[in-house]
């Protein structure tokens, strides 16, 4: 007997609606749907838009997605290449959805694709099909792409690795975030694409120097001059770094991927003068001690705002603190409610009441001295009302919504409270030895119960 996974939701006097899922080996079949009552069913009836991380479930089928926009690239000679805007995850993730417009449906558009779309919600319809085990929809036309006003909030889906400019070099293909001071910049528009460069650490050419790109088109997304604002201060610079000419680079195409550190004219100064003072003989019983370097640190946000799923109305931060230094600095934070659960370069910070705000303080030490480095905390995250989930499918069942909080679950045998912001939802359950099921539901009361069971 094949199995189903029905999910019903009781509300004040258990009014109840089932939704059934045929068991199938196929996946993205959403199955059979029948109010109960009425013993009408609908086969293989599409939900209207599904969440980026369900696209793979629906190849084949022409349907809405929606999700953030982490990335965005142009491959290929202008006018005969693509445009690609990663949702959910950058590539090469394969589970990230991906968009293709070719610079011929491009030109359909008022503003760049790459640009305009970077970090925006949006919601995406058509033909989902597969590339190398990752789907993909090609829009050829602007109104198959709908949002883009909406900035995302996007969390980083794993932690991304801080260096200096000189190791740049070491990290072709991968994202990465790479720190140094600006020793020279250059805007040149007399030439046909008008690229700004941010040389770090070494004027180009040098073969060892790191430089930041920054075309025409995204050049308008800063408020000042790059060439002029970044001028020999600090930076740090996050992106995909390639490598031309021998020498690694990277394209920003976004103010937000870089970040000025400090101003590193002193900096630079002090690199000249131990370079000239390195030639000099040393005295006798003089020590000098070789590579050392004071540390340096900023700080992340790698989760967060997020609502804790204790009921105690708890809005948590986790914070990571990234050095750099010789030797290796140690981390110390002035708050961390996780008692170092979450690893020594990373603090939680519970906060309990609306608006309530906390500064979260790092410090890295070694020999050579030490640095700090500050953020601001505050409970921004929206009421959330308690809703429970009864599991009688007799294990696991693994839980997706998304609407105004996107959340996932795994819930046990038996019954969980989970904490959402009240509203109406689009939700993927995966339970019953492999069954799937697929919908909307309002989950706008305190309160409700949500149930699941196979039959």
């Known amino acids: 007997m094949k199995k189903s996974i029905i999910v019903l939701i009781v509300i004040v006097f258990i009014v109840s609606i089932a939704f059934g899922c045929k068991k199938t080996d196929e996946a993205g079949l959403s199955g059979k749907l029948a109010e109960e009552g009425t013993g009408s069913y609908k086969e293989e009836e599409l939900p209207d838009s599904v969440p980026w991380q369900d696209a793979e479930y629906y190849i084949g089928n022409t349907i809405t997605v929606y999700g953030p926009v982490v990335d965005t690239k142009h491959f290929g000679s202008e006018g005969e290449g693509k445009t690609f805007l990663y949702i959910g995850k950058a590539y090469p993730e394969p589970k990230a959805l991906t968009i293709w417009i070719d610079d011929l449906d491009r030109e359909k558009f008022s503003q760049d694709p790459k640009a305009y779309y970077y970090g925006k919600n949006i919601s995406v319809t058509g033909l989902i099909l597969d590339s190398n085990g990752s789907p993909y929809i090609e829009v050829t036309d602007p109104t198959q792409i709908t949002g883009g006003q909406e900035t995302a909030e996007i969390a980083p889906e794993k932690e991304i690795l801080i260096i200096p400019w000189i190791e740049a070099g070491n990290y072709i293909g991968k994202i990465v975030t790479v720190y140094g001071p600006v020793v020279a910049t250059y805007y040149d528009e007399t030439t046909d694409d008008k690229t700004t460069f941010i040389n770090i650490g070494k004027d180009y050419p040098d073969p060892d120097g790191f430089s930041v790109w920054i075309d025409n088109m995204n050049r308008t997304n800063f408020s000042e001059a790059p060439e002029i604002y970044y001028y020999e201060k600090s930076i740090s610079a996050t992106g995909l770094i390639v490598e031309i000419d021998g020498i690694a680079h990277m394209e920003v195409t976004d103010p937000g991927q870089i970040m000025v550190l ?194």
């Open 262 to 455: 400090e101003e590193a004219r002193e900096a630079v100064v002090q690199e000249e003068t131990l370079e000239e003072t390195a030639e000099e003989p040393v005295e006798e019983n003089e020590v000098v001690e070789q590579g050392s370097m004071a540390p340096t640190i900023i700080l992340e946000v790698i989760e967060g705002p997020a609502f804790s799923q204790l009921g105690d109305n708890t809005c948590y931060y986790r914070v990571k603190a990234y050095s750099a230094g010789d030797p290796s600095p140690t981390i110390s934070f002035n708050k961390d409610d996780s008692m170092g659960s979450l690893g020594k370069d990373i603090a939680q910070v519970n906060l309990h009441n609306k608006g309530e705000s906390f500064t979260l303080e790092a410090t890295a030490t070694n020999s050579q001295g030490s640095a700090s480095a500050s953020i601001t905390l505050i409970h921004t995250c929206q009421d959330h009302i308690p809703i429970l989930v009864k599991n009688d499918t007799g294990g696991n069942l693994s839980l997706s919504i998304s609407g105004p909080g996107s959340y996932s679950f795994s819930i046990p045998s038996g019954q969980q409270t989970i904490y959402v912001i009240p509203g109406t939802y689009n939700y993927t359950a995966r339970g019953c030895g492999g069954a799937v099921l697929s919908g909307t539901y309002d989950l706008s009361k305190a309160g409700d119960e949500w149930r699941f069971w196979c039959q």
